[in-house]
């Protein structure tokens, strides 16, 4: 790539990017769900969303950009249960092994230390995404749990999951 990926904090003026990076990554992989049926999410919808998040110091909505266009995300939504902020990570195929993952979760980790009153972070990844697996670990992730039967995909096949966590000090 000759020209740079930029990380930035998700706004209101992104929601039309991020519509369309989810649905795109909704085709592209199993291994990153999102809980809301995405057709019936709307624009304006989701600069609400957005808007939210942003005032909040226990949410997050990052956005790795390319030529002007999202190519990646991460976000970090606080779990009412835990109080730890729950991190997903999600990457288009065609960038995938170029470090994009890392710098996201890198950046979730630096926010949750330096501006969120969250006490960690955690996540759930699938046993069969090993790169995923392998950079939250290198990251400082620990396992906390396996679950044989933690994720059903589009067709109700299961998978394995790990829970993980990291929290700050």
């Known amino acids: 790539m000759s020209e740079e990926v930029t990380i ?39 600069e609400k969303q957005l808007e939210l998040i942003q005032q909040s110091r226990g949410n997050l909505i990052l956005l790795a950009k390319y030529q002007g266009h999202a190519i990646g995300l991460a976000s970090v939504m606080k779990d009412e249960t835990t109080e730890l902020g729950e991190v997903g990570v999600a990457v288009l195929k065609s960038f995938w092994n170029q470090g994009l993952g890392t710098a996201l979760v890198e950046e979730t980790i630096t926010w949750g230390e330096s501006f969120s009153w969250l006490p960690g972070l955690m996540l759930t990844v699938q046993e ?11 990251l400082g992730f620990k396992d906390i749990q396996r679950n044989k039967i933690g994720f059903h995909d589009k067709n109700g096949i299961p998978y394995a999951t790990v829970d993980m966590q990291l929290l700050f000090s």
């Open 8 to 46: 930035v904090e998700a706004t209101r003026e992104d929601a039309d990017e991020v519509l369309k990076l989810l649905k795109q990554l909704d085709q592209e992989t199993e291994t990153f769900t999102v809980e809301d049926d995405l057709n019936k999410l709307t624009a304006a919808t989701e």
């Open 128 to 138: 069969r995404n090993q790169g995923a697996y392998h950079i939250y670990r290198k």
